[in-house]
């Protein structure tokens, strides 16, 4: 007979928000809804940072190298992706305190 081993990945820890999920327990779906939400905010948040700390790695990548070239100095100040992304993390932040509220008022 054959036999197969099997790793098992250890249990993940809750998210802050799962952990909030569970003490309020019983809570209504609108709730539960606000708190799918939050979680949301809180992943794009995070998302809108990580692309605007690549950027910024590759700036000092770039000046840090040997000579810098001219064009690629260039195409940096140009790059509208990282004012994007500050621009809608200015919109996720704002809903991400909004959330913040609606809980904190229901608890």
């Known amino acids: 007979m054959k036999r197969t081993a099997v790793a098992l990945a250890p249990?993940?820890?809750?998210?802050?928000?799962e952990s909030l999920r569970r003490r309020l327990a019983g809570s209504t779906a609108r709730e539960h809804v606000?708190?799918?939400f939050l979680?949301?905010?809180?992943?794009?948040?995070?998302s809108a940072l990580a692309g605007a700390t690549a950027f910024l790695d590759e700036v000092e990548a770039s000046l840090g190298g040997e000579a810098p070239s001219p064009e690629r100095l260039s195409a940096l100040a140009?790059?509208?992706?990282?004012?994007?992304?500050?621009?809608?993390?200015?919109?996720?932040?704002?809903s991400l305190r909004r959330r913040l509220s609606q809980v904190a008022a229901r608890m």
């Open 11 to 17: 249990a993940a820890a809750p998210s802050a928000v």
């Open 78 to 94: 140009g790059a509208i992706d990282p004012v994007e992304r500050m621009d809608y993390l200015q919109t996720v932040l704002a």
């Open 39 to 46: 979680e949301d905010d809180l992943r794009e948040a995070r």
């Open 34 to 36: 606000v708190l799918d």
